[in-house]
């Protein structure tokens, strides 16, 4: 379940979901990682796995960026962009499941 005081980093999710989702060859899903909003991307073809997009707060930054969260255990693998660039963020995702051999 996700929580409820998570709607910024939801609407940001969303976001990318419908830019990812017109590209047309990837499908998405809204999931609760660790009780944190989290975006489940797939290709349609259902090869190379699936990459989880998160949320969190950059330290350094002083805002939210997308982040590409570790299959397992939900940690942080890489900062991704900042929320507020949703199109790079979801050309980055589309970029990197398409390079991806099954």
């Known amino acids: 379940m996700i929580k409820d005081l998570h709607s910024e980093r939801v609407a940001a999710l ?14 998405c899903a809204l999931v609760a990682q660790d009780g944190f909003p989290a975006l489940a991307v797939s290709r349609v073809d259902g090869k190379a796995g699936t990459l989880t997009l998160g949320c969190a707060y950059h330290p350094d930054h002083g805002e939210w960026w997308f982040v590409v969260l570790t299959p397992r255990d939900g940690v942080r693998a890489a900062w991704l962009v900042p929320t507020r660039q949703p199109l790079t963020a979801a050309n980055l995702v589309i970029e990197d499941m398409r390079r991806r051999m099954p």
Do not use: E, H, L
């Open 14 to 27: 969303r976001t990318v979901r419908t830019y990812v989702t017109d590209a047309g060859d990837m499908a």
